[in-house]
């Protein structure tokens, strides 16, 4: 592609996304930015958080984030011009620099071009969080940070789906929305460190401010989340605009003497609108209230609404733009703009000779190609069967009289939705035989309201019921009244749970914001050829409907036979067919030239519209295969007082001597400071860049301390499992002496000459190893805990009732719970040969593969070499008549890595507490660590080797797993 200025932005975004992550993965950025975002940027995309998260922000997600926070933070952009300078100052001549030089691009702007259905909202929540923390954490208010958010949508679809993200979710027939239903609370784990969540929650709580409530009218906290629609422009900058118009002359007219005392005539325009006219009566519009603040951060949603468009010659910003400008035009700088769009562009001329002028201040490209490689959104397929073949010779505009009235659908367009539903029909038999929460829906894109009764009254002579059919009409715009949107809202609410609607009629009201997963059919009856609309309306398909772990393989497949082998899928799971309109050939051949889009023939779907993915419940004598998983809960509160850490388990620091520490970092007279914040305290000037904290004072240092130590093992909080306590008071003293009896293996006063600096050192190789220390050592103090009063709770792994697999992955078992076990599709050849053998050997009378995501309880938890909490399921479970094993099947490359020796580490510890119960507690058997080798698998079971003989070779013992022949 030639750059030019009409796309010299997507370069921009390519080129800056390469310098982003060279400089994240140096480690670079995180010592550029604020200690806040460290901490925030550490815990969205530091591997050990990620690696303990079922859900994580996926790469364009991240990408967006680190993008925008890398040109706020790191860069100091204060302009879209400073992002070209600093990133592509090569290119300048072919930018648009005039555009650039225009007022609306002088503030931190930035623009983010992400497919739809990719999760933008995360992104945004992100950004919030970011600026919202640092505003309240930075000691010196720096300018670059802001507690007062506007977000605006385009229309109520959008805006409805804004008030569930921020204030939380309706149930159906009811108005009350849960705040415990919002994304914030209920991805807690995902967006928020746990030392910041009471704090984003009370901020959320406090200052979220609906287009309802009256955005400066109702009173928040110290920060402000508003939320509205564009409208919220349009009459205000009416206003606006006639008051700067006015005469300044004295003469006054009687009529504008009885509109002073009169302000209200007869009608209902806005003006006439109460909420207005109490505007008017407190002092000002929304408009003059959030121009009058001193910062503020817009996130537009939808932002491809925000252009240029011509009148007569003469170009002008529409409405949202003209309130941006307003809102902006006091603030320089302490204005920051953030556009989220799919589709960043307008369109110059028409056909063939048609272009697409993307935003100048795109900062990131996710587009449709990525998010389909990386399996986010639906695979599109392209409708082409033989009951279609006759194309190019039927008419697909509506039938119209002498006068243009509709009068019924043409040949073409009956056959179009004829081809949609029998695609919709045989998803929904196929689909319910898997799995009867999956409801399949048909999205119908009508010309005008005037074709979609003709629509409606078809589908109901081809036997769809009433229940069965939503019809949506809106204007031009894509907009109804919100009388009429509260209605539609109640037979569109939660529509992927229910088997009807089964088809949703539109003319424009869907095309954005219509976050429905269940789409898998779109019949475009529309013909218009605009890219925009196109690409909207392919959108409303784009979700993912088949979520689950359980089809992650299948689905992965089907991506490889169409995006790089050509193929057509094997599988209707997770596509979206689209029912070929001949006005949209030159679209759907620019997807098909990007390997984006596959033809149905009638092919599709050979091996099943789910493929051969089975639902296996228990068999009928399940329980004598059954399993108790035990968890220990410790309810003795003096028991936890009374547990020391033991001094023993703290090793000193050896990395370097304390000479040599001293030598290179306490250095008379050197003072620690950082770009971003000067902190004065006792020890002097100083910023800690290890991503741990700043320190005030050596108590404040030893309390930060103990709060890090105590963050590492807040995944046990999360996971609902029983908590680590931890004495504070007895820790900190403990802490105290350690540093200065034992750290470096010889008296050490912080306080004696600048040795403090050594502490407080920017890598933070010292206080790293301290929280390291610890964080082993207080989970070697809960393992020696005497289990005498301990209270131990069961859980059945029958209680997940059901398991999906697939058949050609899968074998037939006898002595499991499930008469059915799967194992992976890629390198799952151990474990298929491993549960052969276990349902085989006479010694083993029952067993069971661990479903990770189903039998969650089955968890133990262990400390990495970091000094993070992790999380660890085994592969099996299998009991003979007086043992219970647990086993990890592992290749014989792994069998030596070092988070599999943590592992086995933690393992142990807990299999020593488990063996200390009652024999009730703990299915009357001793319980038994192993670990088994491919080879040394093959090897025995080959020599005819019993279960118990592999786990007599294979257990793990204190000395294997430490690997110091002296442990026990």
């Not at 940027?41 to 926070?69: K, S």
């Not at 110059?348 to 490209?365: N, T």
């Not at 589908?459 to 019921?465: A, D, I, P, T, V």
């Not at 998983?629 to 370097?656: C, G, K, N, R």
Request: one cysteine or more; a negative charge; charged letters at 30%.
């Amino acid at each position: 592609m030639a750059i030019n200025s009409s796309n010299i932005s997507l370069e921009l975004a390519h080129r800056l996304t390469d310098v982003v992550n060279a400089a994240w993965k140096s480690g670079e950025m995180l010592e550029k930015v604020t200690p806040t975002t460290a901490s925030l940027l550490n815990y969205w995309f530091g591997e050990g958080f990620c690696n303990e998260r079922v859900r994580n922000f996926h790469e364009g997600q991240r990408q967006a984030i680190l993008n925008i926070i890398y040109l706020h933070e790191v860069m100091g952009e204060n302009c879209v011009m400073d992002a070209y300078q600093g990133i592509i100052p090569e290119l300048m001549d072919r930018a648009d620099l005039a555009q650039l030089a225009k007022p609306k691009y002088q503030m931190p702007k930035y623009a983010v071009k992400m497919a739809t259905g990719t999760g933008k909202t995360w992104v945004m929540h992100a950004l919030i969080i970011w600026q919202m923390l640092n505003a309240r954490h930075e000691d010196v208010e720096s300018g670059r940070f802001t507690q007062k958010f506007l977000i605006v949508a385009p229309g109520l679809i959008v805006y409805d789906r804004l008030l569930d993200a921020f204030c939380g979710r309706k149930k159906r027939d009811e108005e009350y929305r849960d705040p415990q239903t919002n994304d914030y609370y209920m991805n807690q784990d995902v967006f928020i460190p746990e030392r910041y969540r009471d704090e984003v929650f009370s901020f959320i709580q406090n200052n979220v401010v609906t287009k309802e409530d009256g955005i400066g009218r109702k009173t928040t906290g110290e920060g402000l989340i508003a939320l509205t629609n564009w409208h919220l422009f349009e009459n205000q900058m009416e206003e606006k605009e006639q008051d700067e118009d006015v005469d300044d002359s004295s003469t006054v007219t009687p009529a504008e003497i009885i509109s002073d005392l009169l302000p209200i005539r007869p009608g209902k325009s806005a003006g006439n609108d109460l909420g207005m006219l109490d505007r008017r009566a407190l002092g000002g519009t929304e408009l003059e209230y959030l121009a009058g603040l001193k910062d503020l951060m817009v996130i537009n949603d939808e932002a491809h609404h925000i252009h240029e468009i011509k009148r007569n010659g003469e170009t002008e910003e529409v409405e949202w733009q003209r309130g941006l400008n307003a809102i902006s035009a006091t603030k320089g700088t302490r204005f920051i703009q953030v556009d989220f769009s799919a589709t960043p562009f307008d369109t110059k001329g028409a056909g063939e000779k048609q272009v697409k002028l993307f935003f100048p201040h795109i900062i990131v490209d996710f587009d449709l190609p990525m998010a389909m490689k990386q399996g986010l959104v639906k695979l599109l397929l392209l409708d082409r069967r033989q009951e279609l073949t006759d194309l190019e010779n039927l008419d697909y505009n509506a039938e119209r009289d002498e006068q243009g009235k509709v009068v019924g659908l043409s040949e073409g367009q009956r056959m179009m939705l004829r081809a949609g539903l029998t695609k919709l029909n045989k998803l929904e038999e196929e689909f319910l035989k898997n799995d009867a929460s999956k409801n399949p829906k048909m999205l119908i894109v009508c010309q005008d309201t005037t074709v979609s009764p003709f629509v409606e009254e078809f589908l109901k002579s081809e036997g769809l019921e009433d229940e069965d059919i939503v019809t949506i009409d809106s204007n031009k715009q894509g907009e109804v009244k919100d009388e009429e949107w509260l209605e539609i809202k109640k037979k569109l609410f939660d529509i992927d749970r229910y088997k009807s609607p089964k088809v949703v009629i539109s003319v424009l009201m869907l095309r954005e914001g219509f976050d429905v997963n269940n789409i898998c059919v779109l019949v475009p009856l529309r013909s218009s050829q605009a890219p925009i609309l196109l690409e909207q309306l392919v959108g409303r398909g784009l979700r993912l409907m088949w979520r689950e772990p359980d089809y992650i393989d299948i689905k992965r497949e089907d991506r490889l036979r169409v995006l790089k082998n050509h193929q057509p899928p094997r599988t209707y799971i997770d596509t979206l067919s689209i029912v070929e309109h001949p006005a949209f050939i030159k679209f759907y051949d620019d997807l098909q030239d990007q390997g984006l889009v596959a033809v149905d023939e009638g092919d599709v779907g050979t091996g099943g519209a789910t493929g051969d993915i089975l639902t296996v419940g228990l068999r009928e004598d399940y329980e004598k295969y059954d399993f108790q998983w035990p968890v220990i809960l410790h309810d003795s509160l003096e028991e936890l007082e009374d547990a020391e850490i033991d001094l023993d388990d703290l090793q000193p620091f050896t990395m370097y001597p304390l000479s040599l520490l001293r030598k290179f970092l306490a250095k008379e007279g050197e003072t620690f400071v950082s770009q971003e914040s000067l902190t004065k305290t006792t020890f002097g000037k100083y910023k800690v860049t290890a991503n741990l904290f700043n320190a005030n004072g050596y108590n404040e240092y030893l309390q930060k301390l103990l709060r890090v130590v105590t963050l590492r093992f807040e995944n046990c909080r999360r996971q609902g499992f029983p908590t680590i306590q931890i004495n504070g008071a007895q820790t900190v003293q403990v802490m105290d002496w350690y540093i200065r009896e034992k750290l470096f293996a010889m008296p050490f006063d912080p306080f004696q000459g600048s040795d403090w600096k050594i502490l407080l050192a920017k890598d933070g190789i010292v206080t790293k190893h301290i929280v390291e220390q610890f964080a082993v050592a207080i989970y070697k103090m809960q393992n020696r805990l005497t289990m005498v009063d301990a209270e131990v709770s069961h859980t059945d792994f029958s209680s997940l009732k059901a398991i999906k697999m697939r058949e050609s992955y899968s074998l037939d078992v006898q002595k499991c719970i499930y008469p059915r076990l799967g194992y992976p599709s890629h390198g799952g050849g151990l474990e298929k040969a491993f549960i052969k053998f276990l349902d085989r050997d006479a010694e083993v009378e029952r067993f069971l593969k661990i479903n990770e995501s189903g039998h969650s309880f089955a968890i133990i938890f262990y400390v990495r070499k970091d000094g993070l909490m992790a999380t660890y399921h085994p592969d099996f479970i299998v009991a003979t008549a007086d043992k219970v094993y647990l086993i990890e099947t592992k290749g014989d490359d792994k069998v030596d890595d070092v988070n599999v020796r943590q592992k086995q580490t933690a393992t142990i510890e807990w299999i020593k507490k488990i063996n200390a119960l009652e024999s009730k507690d703990r299915m009357n058997r001793t319980w038994e660590y192993v670990l088994i080798g491919e080879s040394v698998f093959y090897s025995l079971s080959g020599s005819g080797a019993t279960i118990t003989d592999i786990c007599n070779q294979c257990k793990v013992s204190y000395s294997v797993a430490t690997g110091n022949l002296f442990d026990m």
